[in-house]
T-cell receptor, first 113, second 112 residues
């Protein structure tokens, strides 16, 4: 139980394009999901908290217009990287909160050329 | 600054040996959790220990929590090559709406 999927698992795009990443809780409902970014050999950096039916809460320094988050249902949150640039290349991981435990997706590797 | 800090940053042992990783944190917590991450993959939840618990076991894993010292340890007994991964501790405080603050992680290498 408590499985979270992410799609796509990897994506390569040209600079200036937008990329959407999906995070789904497969066997439970999650009113709260989290989006993280991880650089090589570093820890997870929380970007934002995604709340079903309301606006996401962004961490300090994260541009909300750059990283659009939509949590339209209890099993799906999406992160859209708008007008992506090479510095946005990273590993993006989502998690879904069940009781007091976060269950993580497998991550999405984004490469912006 | 990071709430959780693991040490050591890197640990290399032989298969069959025990591995101990430590985590220190700064503020009061509701619970502390340990996760494992294989290279390029998502995080796998290992174990959760609440602030009123002192020790927990799960298979070959043993976690301790000392709230007076604001520290936790993860012991992996009889390690296997498949245990090679990065291990993170994450704390959840009462006031943080379920958000976890992750430490920098310990990279464990188990040599066959």
């Amino acid at each position: 139980g408590a499985v979270v999927s992410q799609h796509p698992s990897w994506v390569i795009c040209k600079s200036g394009t937008s990329v959407k990443i999906e995070c789904r809780s497969l066997d439970f409902q999650a009113t709260t999901m989290f989006w993280y970014r991880q650089f090589p050999k570093q820890s997870l950096m929380l970007m934002a908290t995604s709340n079903e039916g309301s606006k996401a809460t962004y961490e300090q320094g994260v541009e909300k217009d750059k990283f659009l988050i939509n949590h339209a249902s209890l099993t799906l949150s999406t992160l859209t990287v708008t007008s992506a640039h090479p510095e946005d290349s990273s590993f993006y991981i989502c998690s879904a909160l069940l009781t007091d435990t976060q269950y993580f997706g497998p991550g999405t590797r984004l490469t912006v050329l | 600054s990071q709430q959780g800090e693991e040490d050591p940053q890197a640990l290399s042992i032989q298969e069959g040996e025990n591995a101990t990783m430590n985590c220190s944190y700064k503020t009061s917590i509701n619970n502390l959790q340990w996760y494992r991450q294989n290279s390029g993959r998502g995080l796998v939840h290992l174990i959760l220990i609440r602030s009123n618990e002192r020790e927990k076991h799960s298979g070959r894993l043993r976690v301790t929590l000392d709230t007076s010292k604001k520290s936790s340890s993860l012991l992996i007994t009889a390690s296997r090559a498949a245990d090679t991964a990065s291990y993170f501790c994450a704390t959840v405080s009462n006031t943080n709406a379920g958000k976890s603050t992750f430490g920098d992680g310990t990279t464990l290498t188990v040599k066959p």
